[in-house]
């Protein structure tokens, strides 16, 4: 409909109806209803003398459109979205660097005034090109896969089957979207923290939809932790889901202290070591061995600095 309106308003003449359902590829009776809906359309204050002025008479459409009779044109921050969304599909394993997207960037890029590699670089993170394939070809062809998986939250490395469906990249890194069997539900998996993929066989038809999972879905019964958080700890704020409690009175005037809910101890070893003096511990709930996590790693990291030989 945006590109119709200055189309038919080009024609002074007006246009056979058939002639306009052919060029965008509706029937009349979708024209009629569009049109239809055009007559509405219109700027502030949408008094009749500011709305879209649509004649039809003997199967023949006129336009008038006083405030919309050019083509719309992108922003310049519209045609710098573009300009990444395109470089970060260029950046996918296997893309065609000398194909139509690649050859339609390049014109954009010179409209934009933005040159990728130089004022905007795409990094999409790391991931194995041959591990992407074959989980990007099990989503495809719905086969189920066994990988060797290293869990960050457990600190430990687990084998699973899982049976993808996506793979997609976020925040900077690549995720496999599947149901695992092992945990009998919906999990996402980073691909630079799988270390091998075997085709296992075809995978079942499950009543699931993509994009249903989270990295981590927090459960009522998950354990919390409490910080009070200094200034130069509040970036912690921004990356990590939170709930921020308000005139605590343990904390000082310069501390603002706030609830996570807690994954797994290792998760919260490496939080509280990447703090290190800017978060205090107030309070632990669920899981009273969690009280101590970050001294305890601490002393357990600097134990083998001590111990290791001088060279």
């Not at 591990?131 to 998986?149: F, M």
């Not at 999990?187 to 999972?213: H, K, M, W, Y």
């Not at 703090?275 to 134990?303: C, E, K, Q, Y």
């Amino acid at each position: 409909m945006l590109s119709l309106v200055p189309w038919v308003a080009s024609h002074d003449e007006g246009v056979p109806l058939a002639e306009v359902a052919e060029r965008f590829g509706i029937t009349e009776r979708q024209l009629l209803g569009d049109l239809d809906v055009l007559s509405f359309v219109g700027v502030p204050p949408f008094t009749p003398d500011t709305l879209l002025d649509v004649r039809i008479e003997a199967d023949r459409v006129w336009i008038r459109p006083q405030w919309f009779d050019r083509p719309l044109r992108l922003t310049a921050e519209q045609g710098l979205a573009l300009v990444a969304a395109g470089e970060s599909l260029l950046a996918v394993q296997g893309a065609d660097a000398d194909g139509p997207l690649a050859r339609a960037l390049a014109k954009l890029s010179v409209v934009v005034g933005v040159a990728p590699g130089r004022q905007l670089d795409v990094d999409l993170g790391a991931a194995d090109r041959e591990i992407l394939e074959a989980l990007t070809t099990a989503a495809g062809t719905q086969r189920a896969v066994r990988i060797d998986h290293y869990s960050a939250n457990r600190h430990q490395r687990v084998e699973r089957v899982i049976e993808p469906w996506a793979v997609h990249n976020r925040a900077g890194a690549w995720y496999v979207e599947a149901w695992c069997q092992l945990a009998d539900d919906v999990r996402q998996f980073r691909l630079d923290r799988i270390a091998s993929v075997v085709d296992v066989g075809e995978a079942p038809t499950r009543d699931v939809e993509a994009g249903s999972s989270e990295r981590y879905n927090p459960q009522p019964e998950d354990p919390q932790v409490t910080l009070a958080l200094a200034p130069t700890g509040r970036w912690v704020l921004e990356r990590v889901d939170h709930r921020v409690v308000v005139d605590h009175p343990a904390a000082a005037d310069d501390e603002v202290v706030a609830q996570f809910t807690v994954s797994g101890r290792a998760w919260l070893e490496r939080l509280l070591l990447q703090l290190g003096p800017a978060a205090r511990v107030l309070d632990v709930t669920g899981d009273a061995a969690l009280a101590n996590v970050g001294s305890d790693a601490a002393r357990r990291i600097l134990s083998r600095y001590q111990s290791a030989p001088l060279p």
